[in-house]
């Protein structure tokens, strides 16, 4: 098993920033891919960004490019997103995940962190 505890989230106004960070225990072995996803209130989970562990190959959603940067520490087996240019579209809880697949779709990530809440005002 994998524990995923993220921490960082807040509420900022637009066009700040917020980083978000995802802290790995347990059978840290178990995952080649870190993501983050989010789910705005009424919405479905949607993808936000991913990377591997090796090489730190990354992917981002269209909505969040030149915006966002995920990044990894492998030695504290941590990922982070660091968020610029906030919007107030941004709003949601965010997720971090780990899985064996790298991929845009959540069914593909096997570990989830409970999420912290980003709130972003007008």
């Known amino acids: 098993q994998v524990q995923l505890v993220e921490s960082g989230g807040g509420l900022v106004q637009a066009g700040g920033s917020l980083r978000l960070s995802c802290a790995a225990s347990g059978h840290t072995f178990s995952y080649i891919y870190m993501g983050w996803f989010r789910q705005a209130p009424g919405k479905e989970r949607e993808f936000v960004a991913s990377?591997?562990?090796?090489?730190?190959?990354?992917n981002y959603d269209d909505s969040v490019k030149g915006r966002f940067t995920i990044s990894g520490d492998n030695g504290k087996n941590t990922v982070y997103l660091q968020m610029n240019s906030l919007k107030p579209e941004d709003t949601g809880v965010y997720y971090c995940a780990a899985g064996i697949v790298g991929s845009t779709a959540s069914y593909n990530y096997d570990y989830w962190g409970q999420g912290t809440q980003v709130t972003v005002s007008s």
């Open positions: 990377i591997a562990r090796s090489g730190g190959s990354t």
